[in-house]
């Protein structure tokens, strides 16, 4: 009787040790927890100072969220430049629409 009992004992147990290891097999591993980057460098496509920090230290951010605006100094000058051309323009076109005037036309 004894031998029985430690032959059940020991099937179940053998059963059941092969039940465990199969479990962890057949998918993969997942896991939760946080993990802390050392340094990660950014860029920028074109150049100019810091207007305004959008993130804060330690925010989850996610793949092409907008961390910094910059001072557009060089776009805003070529701005004014673009700006001061039209002005130009348009005063030439206005002198061209209006015709010439008799003191022009008596120069000539």
Known sequence: ?????????????????????????GGPL??????EAEEIRVGSRVGGRVRKVLVEEGQTITTGTVLV????????????????ELAARRAELERLESGYREE????A
Not at 30 to 35: L, T
Not at 71 to 78: C, T, V
Not at 104 to 107: D, F, H, L, N, S
């Open 1 to 25: 009787m004894l031998a029985r009992a430690l032959v059940i004992l020991a099937v179940s147990a053998a059963l059941l040790t092969a039940l465990l290891l199969r479990k962890g097999d």
């Open 30 to 35: 997942v896991v939760s927890g946080i993990i």
């Open 69 to 84: 605006e910059l001072e557009p100094f060089d776009l805003l000058e070529e701005r004014a430049n673009a700006e001061a």
């Open 104 to 107: 022009e036309i008596a120069q």
